[in-house]
């Protein structure tokens, strides 16, 4: 030691007898086991992101007894920094979990300076050498150590709350070898772990985040309101207004979910304005933890009581079997008089365009519609609403695809907007959804039911449109039309009601009907509500798929064979009209009804067919064509897709079965 150290010291030690440097050197070392330099024992601190604590000796000092005070250093530099930890770990901003933490150590503190206060005694009474004092010092060592390990490392890394609680835990494990020691770090958890299982504890029972540092594993993000359910597509409430953080305690990784979810339940329920109180006989306090696992037990019970309240509310009080099936009713086209009424009395203002559509009007005419069909036993058909979009169904799903996957889907590069539409190809149904319901039936959800109702809707209008050109074709019957262009135009129409038949049938019977009942039929052992958003999500996808609205490659002839139906039932007036000559042409009376009903009668008068026409045989020879190439394409399409999509099987077969039909005609 150089000379300055040994100025340091008083009159050096070694001038005295062993006996008495004994005597001096336990007096020192029983202040420096609390903190306090002695006469000749001096304690330097070197401050730094790691504190480094050192004992200076007299170099003078026996030997012996140099060595047997070096050997309880340790302890007394175990003791200062774990009370150096408490002081500054008790401030306000430290977190709860530190205080606790700092409590169970002064508390230990306590009984360590009790220890030394009973050393010191037997000291006075002279009953104390410093062989004795090592010996009766060496039991707290090992435990000393352990906690300076801990405390060392979580000030180093600032840490606080779970990372505090997952440090004591992994330290514990790590001294299994050493029962005591390993008990000590077991009950510091515990008692650290206090305040977190009472933050846990308000959760569980009552959906309450009470964390006023921040150190629960469970975060909330206020911004995310439960309106935003109905009114945003990528509404994130229900995935993010509540989610789990890093740094979950390890005694709880494996239940974390349950725990978010159990709170996100009973939130719901007193947002609702339930009453979310656990029973009695479930409250169990969470205040510790242990080897037996009860607190998992009454998590689970928690979460029990939770999910069961949830679901039953959803599905008594608020009638979520009967909103769906209602939705069914309208937007996945369930209910047959209603939407030919409506399409009736709507007919005028839905051949309009987008812009020019009155959905004022709409809605009246919906209403009218809903009040004078069998829709009006329906209690809830009041929340049914019009909405005319502003661009086709094409371009719709290629929005849908960009949200869905985050990209421009390739596949959806080749849709082709139409050149011109109206009403009819933009107009939809939504549904006024409440909160809770609005947690299953999101604006999202909704977003998908409109996506098969326009598509659904759609082939419908064909269909009526196929209808009417069928019926003036059956209003010239009584003229022999045997190999003109009327007898090929006749055969045409019925070949293209025969394809939009089996495409409503393959929507309705093969894709919907059986897709619902097995969604139903789920929903009714479903355990949670999460169960049931993932029930009734995987159903709407099954639907959007197999009804070919998410395969733009089948989806593109599908709506070109439409176009071509349209464009020929409209022109089935002219072709008719065209090919027939009366004697008497106020004889010509059309009975139509917006859906080109038009019917020949021959009162006295001679109908002479025409059979020279060649425009009008032109025209139905080009129609023919055009729909026979795009019928045997989307029939070739659909075969070699049926390996990869056994559902489309179906269609191909009808498709195929139209196809033969239309060859042997």
Not at 251 to 263: E, K, M, Q, R, V
Request: net charge neutral.
């Amino acid at each position: 030691m150089n000379q300055t150290t040994v100025t340091s010291f008083e009159k050096p030690i070694g001038c005295y007898a062993p006996s008495v440097q004994e005597l001096i050197v336990i007096d020192d070392v029983l202040s420096a086991m609390v903190g306090i330099e002695g006469r000749y024992i001096l304690i330097k601190t070197v401050r730094g992101k790691n504190d480094d604590i050192s004992f200076l000796v007299d170099p003078s000092t026996d030997l012996a007894l140099q060595e047997l005070a070096k050997r309880i250093f340790p302890l007394c530099k175990y003791f200062l920094l774990i009370n150096q930890f408490v002081e500054s770990r008790s401030q306000f901003q430290s977190g709860l979990v530190n205080h606790a933490f700092s409590a169970a150590l002064r508390a230990l503190l306590l009984d360590y300076q009790a220890m030394v206060a009973q050393l010191e005694h037997q000291f006075r009474l002279g009953r104390l050498s410093l062989q004795g004092l090592w010996f009766y010092c060496q039991p707290m060592m090992r435990s000393m150590q352990a906690l300076s390990t801990v405390i060392q490392k979580a000030s180093v890394n600032n840490f606080s709350g779970s990372a505090v609680l997952n440090l004591l835990q992994s330290q514990a494990k790590a001294m299994a070898g050493d029962n005591a020691v390993r008990l000590l770090l077991e009950k510091m958890t515990q008692c650290a772990s206090s305040a977190y299982m009472s933050i846990l504890e308000r959760w569980v029972y009552e959906g309450v985040i009470d964390d006023p540092y921040g150190e629960f594993f469970i975060a909330e993000d206020k911004s995310l309101q439960k309106e935003s359910l109905t009114q945003d597509y990528e509404a994130k409430y229900w995935r993010q207004r509540y989610s789990l953080k890093d740094g979950i305690p390890s005694f709880l990784a494996n239940i974390a979910g349950t725990i978010l979810t159990t709170g996100k339940y009973l939130n719901v329920m007193r947002e609702c304005g339930h009453n979310v109180q656990v029973p009695p006989s479930e409250n169990s306090k969470l205040m510790n933890f242990g080897s037996n696992h009860h607190y998992l037990e009454c998590i689970k019970a928690a979460y029990n009581f939770a999910s069961g309240e949830l679901l039953n509310l959803i599905k008594e009080k608020y009638d979520l079997t009967g909103r769906l099936r209602s939705i069914k009713h309208y937007l996945l086209l369930d209910q047959g008089d209603f939407l030919v009424h409506f399409m009736d009395i709507a007919r005028d203002e839905l051949a309009k365009k987008p812009d020019e559509v009155s959905v004022e009007k709409l809605q009246s005419l919906l209403d009218l519609a809903l009040r004078t069909t069998a829709a009006a036993a329906d209690p809830f058909h009041e929340g049914l609403t019009c909405v005319v979009e502003r661009s086709s169904l094409l371009r719709r799903l290629d929005t849908f695809n960009d949200l869905e996957v985050g990209q421009r889907n390739s596949g959806n590069n080749d849709l082709e907007e139409p050149v011109s539409i109206t009403g009819l190809e933009t107009f939809s149904l939504s549904y006024k959804v409440q909160w809770p319901l609005s947690i299953v039936l999101s604006r999202k959800a909704l977003a998908k039911y409109q996506l098969i109702f326009r598509f659904l809707f759609h082939c419908k209008h064909v269909d009526r449109q196929l209808c009417g050109a069928w019926q003036v074709h059956q209003g010239v019957r009584s003229i022999n039309t045997r190999g003109t262009a009327i007898s090929r135009s006749s055969l045409l129409c019925r070949s293209m009601l025969k394809f939009i038949n089996s495409l409503l049938h393959y929507l309705t019977f093969e894709v919907i009907e059986p897709n619902w009942h097995l969604m139903y039929n789920r929903l009714q052992s479903a355990n949670s509500i999460d169960e049931v958003i993932q029930h009734h999500d995987f159903f709407l996808d099954k639907c959007l798929r197999e009804c070919l609205l998410l395969l733009p490659e089948l989806l593109k002839k599908v709506e070109r064979l439409k176009s071509m139906c349209l464009q020929y039932a409209a022109a089935t007036q002219w072709l008719i009209s065209s090919s027939i000559e009366l004697h008497n042409p106020e004889e010509l009376i059309d009975d139509s009804i917006g859906l080109n009903k038009g019917k020949y009668r021959k009162s006295g008068q001679v109908l002479k067919s025409t059979t020279r026409n060649v425009a009008v045989t032109d025209s139905v020879l080009k129609f023919e064509k055009e729909f026979n190439t795009e019928l045997q394409s989307l029939g070739s399409i659909l075969s070699s897709s049926s390996q990869a999509e056994p559902y489309l099987a179906h269609l191909a077969q009808w498709i195929v079965g139209v196809k033969n039909e239309q060859k042997g005609l």
